[in-house]
Nanobody, 126 residues
Framework: QVQLVESGGGLVQAGGSLRLSCAAS????????MAWFRQAPGQERKFAAA????????YYADSVKGRFTISRDNAKNTVYLQMNSLKPEDTAIYYC???????????????????WGQGTQVTVSS
């Protein structure tokens, strides 16, 4: 069982930056592939970024590529999402997710992930 708690959301102006954190409980955090999804009002939850258990591979949605960076610190049981050059369309609730199996083939699919956090709100003003 893994529990995930996101933090770091808030209100920022367009062009600004935020860093989200996701703290995970459990001693087997290093075995989980991790991802960030986001959900805007009235829309489905969409993939943003993912990282394999080792950190050796990362994946990004086209809409965030070059602006967002996902990373992890297995010693701290934490995964991060550094978000730069934020745009109003980045406004959403951001969710952290953990997958017990490989994510390489389906990192973008919500069904790949076994555990979810409660989410943190990110609002980007124009």
């Amino acid at each position: 069982q893994v529990q995930l708690v996101e933090s770091g959301g808030g209100l920022v102006q367009a062009g600004g930056s935020l860093r989200l954190s996701c703290a995970a409980s459990g001693r087997t955090f290093s075995r989980y592939g991790m991802a960030w999804f986001r959900q805007a009002p009235g829309q489905e939850r969409k993939f943003a970024a993912a990282i394999t258990w080792s950190g050796g591979s990362t994946y990004y949605a086209d809409s965030v590529k070059g602006r967002f960076t996902i990373s992890r610190d297995n010693a701290k049981n934490t995964v991060y999402l550094q978000m730069n050059s934020l745009k109003p369309e980045d406004t959403a609730i951001y969710y952290c997710a953990a997958a017990g199996g490989s994510i390489s083939g389906s990192y973008y699919d919500t069904r790949t992930y076994d555990y979810w956090g409660q989410g943190t709100q990110v609002t980007v003003s124009s």
